[in-house]
């Protein structure tokens, strides 16, 4: 299984519509499987969006498969799966697909040499998914306060073992990061450039916007001239994994998500019916732009409309 490295067409435009009553009803009943965006579809920062417990709970009362699918790198499935549950919404590890593990996972289909090292530019998350698919990584959290001194004959070392770096948000990103991720995919042999997602921006907090990962994505492509290998959304790597574990043919699942260049067109890429809910970054004006060309199947105000609009007689 491959990453992408290269941004996929979007579909030719349809007549999308809104959710109503009698396409909802078919919607629910034509999906076995539901895969949901987090970050501006469940929650924004910590604070849920109204009405989703319920709408997830109503959901697998039906037989629904629910699966969360986030290209934020920040947590591993342990740490997502522990927040969805203090959010008092029961979720387990083998239900989060985020672009943490994705990363993990692409070294390990990949047969990733054992002696070779991963470099982490980003948050516990990529560390912890790194360390439990038993790679040696550093960097990330542990790297977060150095700098770096310059001086008139000063040589900045890195490990020449390091075969991999990979990139996803980084709150606490900084020049130390940035030269040792640059040297490393530049003067190490085959070294790989990963990025988990090219986002540009996400709700980190319930009020407002924040750089996402696509900012420090970019950053290591203008220092090595190089495009990554992209494993999140809109790449359909994680799908492979969906499919192995489900068996459910992706006509039959739908995808949720706030975005239109990474949920949507991630569904579009893999064959699943798509619904855009505007409780995040996308807003009516976005999605009829007359620049924009990607369009969902559906769209609606936010997850909770699936439920009430289904049950509206």
Not at 40 to 61: F, M, N, Y
Not at 88 to 113: C, H, Q, R, W
Not at 144 to 159: A, I, P
Not at 227 to 232: E, M, N, Q, Y
Request: hydrophobic share 35%.
């Amino acid at each position: 299984m491959d990453g992408e490295d290269s941004k996929p067409m979007a579909k030719e435009k349809t007549n999308f519509q809104i959710l109503s009553p009698p396409n909802t009803r078919d919607l629910v009943d034509s999906v076995d499987a539901f895969l949901f965006d987090c970050d501006g579809v469940i929650w924004k920062g910590d604070a849920l969006i109204d009405g989703v417990p319920e709408t997830l709970e109503a959901l697998r009362s039906m037989g629904k498969k629910l699966v969360f699918v986030t290209n934020n790198s920040t947590k591993s499935r342990r740490q997502y799966a522990k927040k969805f549950n203090s959010l008092g919404i029961s979720v387990t590890e083998d239900e989060i697909f985020s672009s943490s593990f994705a990363a993990a996972m692409y070294l390990k289909v990949n047969s990733f040499p054992i002696d070779k090292k991963v470099y982490v530019i980003g948050e516990e998350g990529i560390y912890e998914e790194m360390k439990l698919a038993g790679f040696d990584c550093f960097g990330g959290p542990e790297d977060g306060k150095k700098s770096v001194l310059f001086g008139s004959n000063s040589l900045f070392d890195h490990d020449k073992s390091v075969g991999a770096v990979v990139v996803g948000l980084d709150r606490c990103i900084n020049y130390y990061k940035l030269q040792y991720g640059n040297l490393c995919i530049r003067e190490n042999p085959g070294c790989l450039f990963i990025a988990t997602n090219r986002d540009p921006v996400g709700h980190l907090t319930a009020l407002q916007e924040w750089p996402g990962a696509g900012c420090m994505v970019a950053a290591v492509c203008g220092a090595t001239q190089r495009d990554p290998i992209l494993v999140g959304k809109p790449s359909t790597f994680m799908m492979d994994f969906l499919l192995q574990k489900y068996n459910i043919p992706t006509s039959r699942m739908c995808m949720v998500g706030d975005r239109l260049d990474t949920d949507i067109l991630f569904g579009q890429n893999a064959g699943c019916r798509t619904l855009l809910v505007l409780s995040g970054v996308t807003n009516m004006e976005t999605l009829k732009d007359p620049s924009n060309c990607i369009w969902p199947e559906y769209y609606t105000s936010s997850v909770s409309d699936i439920m009430s609009l289904s049950d509206d007689r």
